[in-house]
């Protein structure tokens, strides 16, 4: 499967962005998904994760009760809708996808397939 990630850009402090993830060349809704981050000297991280049918989700703490994420099989398409952004989310997001059940969804390894990563700028 093919991860196209979209809807990055810079935004202030207290605002909101909403990322996309299209999923192209397979069945997308076989796949859980996930995204993680990645800023600028630091490791990847994991942001958040939901199954395929989109009836389990998980976010990491960092993010808890400001991000959600969701997907639309009909449409191919996972989000991640990004509220109350703080400076400390800047980074590279990235979306991620793989087959099967993993009990540490939260780990990057733990994926097969990824897109090329969208630029997150929050400015203060």
């Known amino acids: 499967v093919q991860l196209q990630a979209s809807g990055g850009g810079l935004v202030q402090a207290g605002g909101s962005l909403r990322l996309s993830c299209a999923a192209s060349?397979?069945?997308?809704?076989?796949?859980?998904m996930g995204w993680f981050r990645q800023a600028p000297g630091k490791e990847r991280e994991f942001v958040a994760a939901i199954s395929w049918s989109g009836s389990v989700t998980d976010v990491a703490d960092a993010v808890k009760g400001r991000f959600t994420i969701s997907r639309d099989n009909a449409k191919n398409t996972g989000y991640l809708q990004m509220t109350i952004l703080k400076p400390e989310d800047t980074a590279v997001y990235y979306c991620?996808?793989?087959?099967?059940?993993?009990?540490?969804?939260?780990?990057?390894?733990?994926?097969?397939?990824w897109g090329q990563g969208t630029q997150v700028t929050v400015s203060s």
């Open positions: 991620a996808a793989a087959a099967g059940y993993s009990s540490r969804w939260f780990l990057s390894g733990s994926y097969d397939y």
């Open positions: 060349g397979r069945t997308f809704s076989s796949y859980r």
